[in-house]
């Protein structure tokens, strides 16, 4: 239902991304919006994405918002984007698609060659993305809404409403504090792979160690094992591993920015060279994550005592960038919002939020390198829908749309001031004032 597809949706604009288009013969470009083009295959990939079912008009309405709106955002001087923000972000994407697809079918559908370029491919659209959002919500931030105006919106859908059933949702904000790795804990690290490796020479299957122990996404499906390797093609430190190496033998723990890898060469032939590797990261000593739990007790204290707010110790003290500038909380590819289906959560995150009541912090909570401590936020129990009980949940929904016409308002009038050229048969599509 288009009602129940809006409620869970937070104010966002979808960047087209070049997925797994189809082949493109001859690029060009067909149209400009201010300073950026518009090319044939940014139209055929989002064609693409919507299984064609889209029209032209539909396409190119799309893509010159897009356009319009990074453009904007991007002529804000009050934001700023780092590039540290901007790198986390683009590996995030890079391994979710790691996890589903061996390198060699990503370097072909997105036409690279090699994991740095593969990587560089995502930085502008993780950067766009971050612009965008920020610019979104300096725009809508004092848009307000009125009873009347959630009273109205809530009568005209009544009937779809009334048979909505809504599952438990929540959300939740976290403060995290990261250790970084001493020489020490590189070093044991070192240790762990060398157990491994003298595992896989006394003849265990590599396949299965790379299930059990990389921390590479794609190891899940693949087993580690990466194809023909072409220079160029990784990270040098790697490829110059790759290529010191006979059938056969295995690597010292070879380190990049992606972790440390112990590298594996299953054959080598007149077409080329195959390799698997396990990737790995040092996890720090006891001392030091005791060092960080005694940090977040005693933040975790200023917090409870009201010397400071929950929100105010993320932005101080939080190394999360993805939420740090955020209040900490944690928003849900899935659903679009910060809303998520307590059922689904993994079950570590389940236990650390049992019991809470809204605005109550968790105990704190180790994950890997990293200690936290959570704020349930909101709970959302399943329920139909009704005005009298969900008020706030209709108030949030209803503020969603009217922010988002506000935000499509003035993008409307910054993109009556940009310079606009497209193809006559599509020109009327775009209405500018």
């Known amino acids: 239902m288009k009602f129940i597809s809006y409620l869970f949706l937070s104010l966002t604009v979808f960047l087209s991304n070049p997925l797994f288009s189809q082949e493109i013969l001859l690029d060009k470009v067909i149209g400009k919006v201010g300073s950026e083009s518009i090319l044939l295959s940014e139209m055929q990939s989002l064609s693409q994405s919507t299984s064609g079912k889209a029209s032209d008009c539909q396409l190119i309405q799309s893509l010159v918002s897009q356009k319009a709106m990074v453009q904007m955002a991007k002529s804000d001087t009050l934001i700023s984007v780092s590039q540290e923000e901007v790198n986390q972000s683009a590996l995030a994407q890079l391994s979710q698609y790691k996890a589903q697809y061996p390198l060699e079918v990503l370097f072909k559908e997105f036409g690279v060659d090699n994991e740095t370029d593969l990587l560089n491919l995502f930085k502008p659209m993780a950067e766009d993305g971050i612009y965008v ?10 848009v307000d809404i009125s009873p009347s105006e959630v009273r109205s919106l809530y009568m005209e859908n009544l009937a779809e409403m009334s048979q909505a059933m809504i599952p438990e949702q929540i959300s939740y904000a976290r403060l995290q504090l990261e250790a970084k790795p001493t020489q020490e804990d590189i070093n044991e690290l070192y240790g762990v792979m060398g157990q491994i490796k003298q595992s896989l020479i006394q003849g265990a299957d590599f396949g299965t160690l790379a299930r059990k122990y990389s921390i590479d996404p794609s ?8 194809g023909k390797v072409e220079r160029g093609q990784m990270v040098k430190p790697f490829e110059n591993a790759v290529f010191s190496l006979k059938e056969g033998e295995y690597s010292q723990p070879i380190k990049t920015d992606f972790g440390y890898h112990l590298i594996y060469i299953n054959k080598v032939d007149a077409s080329g060279v195959y390799a698997s590797h396990i990737l790995l990261k040092p996890v720090v000593s006891k001392d030091k994550l005791n060092e960080l739990k005694v940090q977040m007790e005693q933040i975790k204290k200023e917090i409870d005592s009201g010397s400071i707010t929950f929100e105010e110790a993320v932005k101080k003290y939080s ?60 709970i959302i129990p399943e329920h139909n829908i009704s005005l009298e009980s969900n008020y706030d949940l209709l108030k949030n929904y209803a503020l969603n749309l009217k922010k988002d016409r506000f935000v499509k308002e003035k993008l409307a009038e910054y993109l009556g001031a940009l310079d606009l050229k497209l193809p006559a048969e599509l020109q009327s599509c775009v209405k500018t004032n």
């Open 133 to 142: 959002q920020r610019k979104q919500y300096a725009l809508a931030k004092d």
């Open 319 to 378: 190394t999360d960038l993805t939420t740090k500038n955020n209040k900490g909380i944690v928003f849900n590819p899935e659903t679009g919002s910060d809303n998520f289906e307590r059922s689904t959560l993994p079950m570590d995150m389940k236990f650390s939020l049992a019991g809470l009541k809204e605005g109550e912090i968790s105990d704190l909570v180790v994950v890997g390198n990293q200690v936290e401590v959570r704020k349930l936020v909101k």
């Open 219 to 226: 190891a899940q499906q693949n087993g580690g094992f990466l």
